[in-house]
Each structure stands twice: as structure tokens, then as C-alpha cells.
């Protein structure tokens, strides 16, 4: 994959004024119209962790996979504290099964008032708001007749905790396929509790299967498919698949498995459940070729996803921020896109 890359678009994927933008997932409509879908928030909060106590989901669209895309509407925004994604919607993955979309996504609330310019210098990860928030992350599910919506939301998560589990302190990334015969496989990002009973452990990738996308999601094995102690701390796991079986793009967290931390990592299955590292593993490097002639090293370079057309990968997308690396070190973030050559 990473020989495969072309230039990236200077003016491609999706770039909102005021707002920080993250972690896109493209499908095409049946008109014809690519539909994105990704997480924002405003920039008064800082990028991380303004995310998980007021992300949005919007949808915007564009006449060709590389965009740029336009904005068309919030898809799934704040609903009230009393619902367990009623303050954050983040992390979507669009599918389509026959006449239904249906979009996954990681949901969290929090019982307080809300974070505003006037208290903001009080909002850190060791806040109220990100202990709450960060504690009930969940992974749940819309769906929809249309790429525009309305979303019909579910009141309850589709992918909770378990406890004494790789996942008992919060589940969220989901990376489903839905197959020929209707049924999921969905890749998860789990933390579980550490020996103190109160802090998260680190990240692992399980993964759950249903008989249909409106079924019983059910966690497979005891244990993860990644993480330190198997293959590798990886995040962002994305996977699509052909005749011949499963893929997975991913975040190498650790550079344990690529040799560079942040840099992309290539993996098959083929049934989904059981995995292999690619021998040649490297699928991307956060440096981007851009068709301006420039050739830059970007400060982050995450939640890659594989757009399929025709049974075919042609274009992989990233959520990037501008600066030296780091979260807090970055002035801007936009979703990107590079077209494969082949």
C-alpha cells in the first residue's frame, strides 16, 4: 500500500472553519454523491480532550471521492444528558446493507453543565467532564433510509463493558463489514481496568460478531486481537474485504509492529476473527506527498479508512493536524485524502 499512493489533494476532504475536524467515512450514494461522514467540535475547547464531551457527527458531500467536500448538516449531535450518547457522538463508520444505511460510532454523556469560554481553563483530562466522559464511552449505531437522514438513534449501546474483560472500562473505534449474507464483523478499541480498580489500562482491538446488523452483538474470545503483549499496541483499526478474505489498515501506537510510532500497519484474516500482520506490514508513513509539489511530515496522521468501490480499494482517507506532532501542538485539523495509483 504505501508504493501505492499518490499525491494527496491540497483542497481535498473536509476542512471547517471554527471547529476541530476529525475521522471521516465516505460512501457513495445512489445518486451518485459522495456522502462523508465525521466527528467536529468547537475550537474554543482544546482538540484533545475537547472531543469526548462535545463532538458532533456531520455529513458533508462532494461529486468525486477527492472532494473538497461541502457541509450539509449535524447527523448526530447533542441529545441530553440522560441519553448514553447525549454529549458526544464521535468515530463514525458508514455502512449499507440492501436499503439501509447504517452508522456506527462511539457515543459517551456526562451529568454536568456544559463546557463554555467562561470555565474552560477548569476542562482537562483530569476534569470532571473527561472522567465521566471518558468512562462511558460506548459503541452504538443510527440507521437510516437515506444519506441525508433523519437517523434513528437507539436508546441503548450495541457494544457495552464487560467486566474482568480486555474491555471492561469502555469500548469504542468501531470498524464494521457487513457480508453478502447480512452478518457483522465488528473490529473495537477496548480499555480495561488496572489493578488499582480506578485507571484504564491500556488500548486493545477486539473483535464482536451479529447475525445482522440489528442483532446481538457478541464479543469473540477472551482475549484481544491486539495489544501490548500480542502483536502490538495498535488504534484505529479499519477493515474492509474481497473474495480471497479481510484487511486492516490501523495506528501502529507503539511502533512495535512497523518500527515507527504513528505510522500505518497492514494486516489479514480470513474470517475476520483470526489475524496476521502482513510480512511487509508498512502501509503508510505519516509523511504526505501533497499536488503541490510539497512533501510534508504531518504533526498527527490517524483514523485511516479505505474507500471500496467495485470490490476495489481507490482512496484512503486520514484525519491530520498541521505542526511538530502532539495534540496540543497543533493550530488546525482536516480529514485528507490520497487516491491509490492502482
Not at 449535524?74 to 447525549?86: E, I, K, N, S, Y
Not at 511487509?280 to 499536488?291: G, M, S
Request: glycine fraction near 12%.
Amino acid at each position: 500500500m504505501s508504493e501505492n499512493l499518490a499525491e494527496a489533494p491540497v483542497h481535498g476532504g473536509l476542512e471547517m472553519d471554527g471547529y476541530w475536524v476529525w475521522g471521516s467515512s465516505v460512501i457513495k450514494g445512489n445518486d451518485g454523491i459522495y456522502n462523508m461522514y465525521a466527528s467536529r467540535w468547537p475550537k474554543y475547547l482544546p482538540f484533545h480532550p475537547g472531543w469526548m464531551i462535545a463532538s458532533e457527527i456531520v455529513h458533508a458531500t462532494s461529486k468525486t471521492p477527492e472532494g473538497p467536500y461541502t457541509f450539509q448538516e449535524v447527523a448526530l449531535g447533542a441529545r441530553g444528558a440522560q441519553f448514553w450518547d447525549g454529549r458526544s457522538c464521535h468515530n463514525p463508520k458508514i455502512v449499507k446493507y440492501k436499503d439501509t444505511y447504517i452508522l456506527y460510532y462511539m457515543g459517551s454523556t456526562h451529568p454536568f453543565e456544559d463546557v463554555t469560554l467562561e470555565n474552560v481553563n477548569q476542562f482537562d483530562l483530569k476534569s470532571k467532564w473527561c472522567i465521566a466522559g471518558r468512562w462511558g464511552k460506548r459503541i452504538g449505531m443510527a440507521t437510516s433510509k437515506s444519506p441525508n437522514g433523519p437517523w434513528v438513534r437507539l436508546d441503548t449501546p450495541i457494544l457495552d463493558v464487560k467486566p474482568n474483560s480486555f474491555y471492561s472500562y469502555l469500548t469504542s473505534n468501531p470498524s464494521p463489514l457487513i457480508k453478502d449474507d447480512g452478518s457483522v464483523v465488528l473490529l473495537f478499541k477496548g480499555r480495561d481496568y488496572k489493578a488499582d480498580g480506578i485507571t484504564n489500562g491500556d488500548m486493545n482491538i477486539g473483535v464482536a460478531t451479529a447475525p445482522s446488523y440489528d442483532g446481538k452483538y457478541t464479543v469473540m474470545g477472551d482475549k484481544p486481537l491486539f495489544s501490548v503483549d500480542h502483536f502490538g499496541e495498535i488504534e484505529d483499526p479499519h477493515i474492509w474485504g474481497d473474495a480471497t478474505g479481510f484487511y486492516m489498515v490501523a495506528k501502529d501506537q507503539r511502533g512495535t509492529i512497523t518500527g515507527t510510532a504513528g505510522d500505518g500497519l497492514l494486516a489479514h484474516s480470513k474470517d475476520g476473527l483470526q489475524w496476521e500482520v502482513d510480512k511487509n506490514p508498512k502501509a503508510y508513513t505519516k509523511t504526505v506527498h501533497w499536488d503541490n509539489g510539497k512533501t510534508i511530515t504531518q504533526g498527527q496522521l490517524e483514523r485511516p479508512f479505505v474507500l471500496v468501490e467495485d470490490g476495489k480499494p481507490t482512496h484512503i482517507f486520514f484525519a491530520t493536524m498541521d505542526g511538530p506532532g502532539g495534540f496540543g501542538n497543533g493550530t488546525k485539523t482536516w480529514n485528507m485524502v490520497i487516491p491509490f495509483k492502482n
